[in-house]
Nanobody, 116 residues
């Protein structure tokens, strides 16, 4: 499975960005898709996940501001980020997991910078 992330950038606090992740390869094996982020000097942390059936999960820090959505027809998922805060600044990584094979796949990171 190969993942290609896009959509990062620079935005002012209170603004919005939309990240997208496109999957290719053995996508039939994927059960859980999501986004993680890593800020400088910090560990990578979960942002949001979505299952193929549409069940979502969010980190407390982004719940109510971020929305993850999936497009099974396009083998892609998106992260709509609203009301961005400077503390959202990080490199964001898309992730896909197969429960059957217990494998995890990562896309390349995309930088999100929120200025105050």
């Amino acid at each position: 499975v190969q993942l290609q992330a896009s959509g990062g950038g620079l935005v002012q606090a209170g603004g919005s960005l939309r990240l997208s992740c496109a999957a290719s390869g053995s996508i039939f094996s994927i059960d859980l898709m999501g986004w993680y982020r890593q800020a400088p000097g910090k560990q990578r942390e979960l942002v949001a996940t979505i299952t193929r059936s549409g069940n979502t999960n969010y980190a407390d820090s982004v719940r109510g501001r971020f929305t993850i959505s999936g497009d099974n027809a396009k083998n892609a998922w998106n992260l709509q980020m609203n009301s961005l805060k400077p503390e959202d600044t990080a490199v964001y990584y898309c992730n896909a997991n197969s429960w059957r094979t217990q494998r995890s796949y990562w896309g390349q990171g995309t930088q999100v910078t929120v200025s105050s």
